[in-house]
């Protein structure tokens, strides 16, 4: 017999050797196969080769119809890819036909929270809790997703059961000080970022360094910040957030020379970035650097037109006496921006310079009759008014 003629008989015959075997044996040998595919898919996923793994899911699919290894395996496959609508669509189908299936109801919740749709994947995460209250992977999944629709009890509630179940969980305690810091509430935040940083304070996450400086920075403690900002930058030198931290802290602490620094910085890795360019503006601006100042505000609107550049051009013209063109500049600013309190304190301190002292009065009423309230603007009129010093 030819080797054509023996390859061809092997593609008629194995596959038909089964009707040969009693059922049972039939089936042990479906099962098998069934057994190496999946571990063969699950496999290929975790070394990254998705299109194999899929090809293998979809083998076991041939074999035996809605199996449920193979619909999560494809989810999986297309969430790993993210094609998130996609794996809804296997994760669906499997608990379709295996209601309860706790890994196609994690895929699925995943796959929700990807898409932002935090409500859905909160849904799909408690009918798991049901079952099984305890599972702190699924509790601080559930606690993250009520934290990102900003429901601070129910999320605070989670992050709390899991301490109680795991002291100093990490996800726990990184979840706790996201949510109070969400929140404004920067002591408390602070209280469970320095937990996080006690665990292992010779090998700290970066993150945690930032976060434990932005917590200081928005206490205004400027001095107790900067430390967790410099370590973080000797472990990444070009982090934006430790070299925003520093900058911001030097300018709270009015060291307006330190900030530059830190500002030019950030600038060499984004020379385009607006914001930065105006706060560097106006770190040159403070220390009497006018015409480095101009020129970074002037690169700033050349971006595009930016309400504190301009305002910053506006106030290098009041420090340099220029107050009639300054409050031409300002009032065409309060056109564009009538709520920012900061244009009419300006203009009012421009007036008072020029020795028009109505207008600086009128200019301050005008704020305070759109309804608006500033403690900036009430103790300026208060002083313009009772003649007291400004």
Not at 262 to 290: F, H, Q, S
Request: hydrophobic share 35%; charged share 30%.
């Amino acid at each position: 017999m030819s080797e054509t003629m023996e390859n061809l008989e092997d593609e008629i015959f194995s596959p038909a050797e089964t009707e040969f075997l009693s059922p049972e044996k039939a089936e042990d040998s479906v099962s098998n196969e069934i057994s190496e595919l999946s571990k063969k898919g699950y496999s290929l996923l975790k070394e990254n080769k998705i299109n194999e793994a899929k090809d293998a899911f979809n083998q076991i699919l041939a074999l035996e119809e809605n199996n449920n290894y193979a619909l999560v395996g494809l989810g999986d496959s297309e969430r790993k890819k993210g094609k998130f609508n996609e794996a809804i669509e296997f994760y669906s189908k499997c608990l379709a036909c295996h209601p309860g299936n706790n890994y196609a109801l994690f895929g699925l919740a995943d796959c929700y929270k990807a898409l932002n749709q935090y409500s859905k994947a909160i849904d799909i995460w408690e009918q798991y809790l049901v079952h099984d209250d305890r599972n702190i992977t699924v509790l601080t999944r559930v606690a993250d997703a009520y934290r990102k629709i900003r429901d601070f009890k129910k999320s605070k509630q989670l992050y709390l059961k899991v301490l109680d179940m795991e002291e100093n969980n990490a996800y726990a305690l990184i979840g706790l000080g996201h949510l109070h810091y969400d929140f404004k509430e920067y002591k408390d935040a602070l209280y469970y970022w320095l937990k996080m940083y006690e665990l292992n304070p010779d090998d700290v996450d970066i993150r945690v360094l930032t976060s434990l400086g932005n917590c200081h920075r928005k206490l205004k403690t400027f001095e107790k910040g900067l430390p967790y900002f410099e370590r973080a930058l000797e472990m990444d030198p070009k982090n934006f957030y430790a070299l925003f931290g520093l900058a911001d802290c030097y300018r709270g602490m009015n060291q307006q020379h330190c900030s530059i620094e830190y500002w030019n910085r950030i600038l060499e890795l984004d020379p385009n970035n607006k914001v930065i360019l105006t706060r560097a503006g106006d770190a040159y601006r403070n220390t009497g650097d006018y015409k480095t100042a101009a020129e970074y505000y002037n690169r700033a609107m050349d971006i595009d037109f930016d309400t504190y550049a301009a305002l910053g051009l506006a106030l290098i013209c009041k420090g340099e006496g220029n107050y009639t063109e300054a409050a031409e500049r300002l009032s065409r600013l309060i056109r564009d921006d009538p709520k920012n309190y900061r244009l009419y304190v300006a203009l009012a301190d421009c007036y008072i310079k020029l020795g028009q002292k109505q207008k600086a009065i009128e200019s301050l009423q005008a704020f305070q009759r759109q309804g608006l309230r500033s403690q900036a603007i009430n103790e300026m009129l208060d002083k313009i008014q009772n003649n007291k010093p400004l």
